[in-house]
């Protein structure tokens, strides 16, 4: 009797059959350890900043390239890549894929580099819309 005839001719043995397995992987997904999952670090960072009214040169010269100064100092970097344009900027930077774990984390170096080149912006950006009106 080949195994198709005999799930047509007994199709309750078939449904519990069904049943036990579907609870059984239910019931074993439930107890399934949660450090089987991998952990992944996003290894990109996004600045994007605005200064309303200022032309791409500026934005460059005042925003852009004092950022980057900043985040270049990092020392797990691999690459930075910037776009100005006027009234806007785009930084982008890119941690290597293997760093040293005894030095700060990535993340948090990107956010203290932040941090400290805020003393370094241009004070009142509006400043500038409010003289051109």
Avoid: W
């Avoid at 600045?47 to 032309?55: E, F, L, N, S």
Wanted: hydrophobic content about 40%; glycine content about 4%; some cysteine.
């Amino acid at each position: 009797m080949s195994l198709v005839s005999y799930a047509l001719k007994n199709r309750a043995v078939i449904l519990v059959l069904i049943l036990m397995i579907s609870i059984g992987g239910f019931l074993s997904y439930g107890k399934i350890g949660r450090l089987e999952d991998p952990q992944f670090t996003i290894k990109q960072a996004v600045i994007v900043t605005q200064y309303p009214g200022a032309t791409a040169e500026e934005v460059e010269m005042e925003i852009t390239d004092p950022l980057e100064t900043a985040i270049q100092q990092l020392k797990q970097l691999h690459e930075v890549r910037s776009i100005s344009r006027a009234v806007n900027s785009s930084v982008s930077a890119e941690v290597c894929d293997k760093f040293c774990h005894t030095s700060c984390i990535p993340k948090t170096c990107v956010i203290l580099n932040l941090f400290l080149f805020r003393n370094r912006l241009p004070r009142n950006p509006l400043r500038r819309l409010e003289k051109s009106a």
